[in-house]
């Protein structure tokens, strides 16, 4: 059974940081592309970064770009989520996710519960 | 950037079907994906590559697309199926949602 079970999240002052990590299981992890897709509050979903199975490419909403880093271990089977220079405005469940990609396009299997990022003074 | 339209709510009798579109400019030329989320709870696919299913999801979803518009369909809607409904496309390397739809059984 694939289990995505994202962790880190928390209430940041704005201008702070954290760091989100995801750990997986239930399948081989260095075989699949993973992406962070975020909710704020009573909001839709929203794409914020993938990384290719061996972290060689990377991509970012325009929206986060420059402040969060995507990164990942295959070794320890996790996904992370640097966020910097946080805003009011990344307040949200973050969801880790696994994706899958053919013929030109990609779309997401498998989601985890996600972790609550909270930006406040 | 690309951009999903969605009704932001859609209202159906038990028994019947719902219908949730999704419009983008030429959609009929990518493929469209779509998620269930009910409250609290992550979303799940629903129906990939326009049409198909993934395994445990029931025959009673259905999508299409052509032109400007994406459907999906929703037949012999029962309780369990109220939830919000995302479609998405794949466009210049990045995920795009749409707008979402909260599917209400009357």
């Known amino acids: 059974e694939v289990q995505l079970v994202e962790s880190g999240g928390g209430v940041v002052r704005p201008g702070g940081s954290l760091r989100l990590s995801c750990a997986a299981s239930g399948f081989t992890f260095d075989d699949y592309g993973m992406d962070w897709v975020r909710q704020a509050p009573e909001k839709g979903l929203e794409w914020v970064s993938g990384?290719?199975?061996?972290?060689?490419?990377?991509g970012y909403a325009d929206s986060v770009k420059g402040r969060l880093t995507i990164s990942r271990d295959n070794a320890k089977n996790s996904l992370y989520l640097q966020m910097n220079s946080l805003r009011a405005e990344d307040t949200a469940l973050y969801h880790c996710?696994?994706?899958?990609?053919?013929?030109?396009?990609?779309?997401?299997?498998?989601w985890g519960q996600g972790t609550l990022v909270t930006v406040s003074s | 950037s690309y951009v999903l339209t969605q009704p932001p709510s859609v209202s159906v009798a038990p028994g019947q079907t719902a219908r949730i579109t999704c419009g983008g400019n030429n959609i009929g030329s990518k493929s469209v994906h779509w998620y269930q989320q009910k409250p609290g709870q992550a979303p799940v696919l629903v129906v990939y590559d326009d049409s198909d299913r993934p395994s445990g999801i029931p025959e009673r979803f259905s999508g299409s697309n052509s032109g400007n518009t994406a459907t999906l369909t929703i037949s012999r809607v029962e309780a369990g199926d109220e939830a919000d409904y995302y479609c998405?496309?794949?466009?210049?390397?990045?995920?795009?949602f749409g707008t979402g739809t909260k599917v209400t059984v009357l």
């Open positions: 990384i290719n199975w061996n972290g060689g490419s990377t």
């Open positions: 996710a696994r994706e899958f990609c053919s013929g030109g396009s990609c779309y997401i299997e498998y």
């Open positions: 998405q496309v794949w466009d210049s390397s990045s995920y795009v």
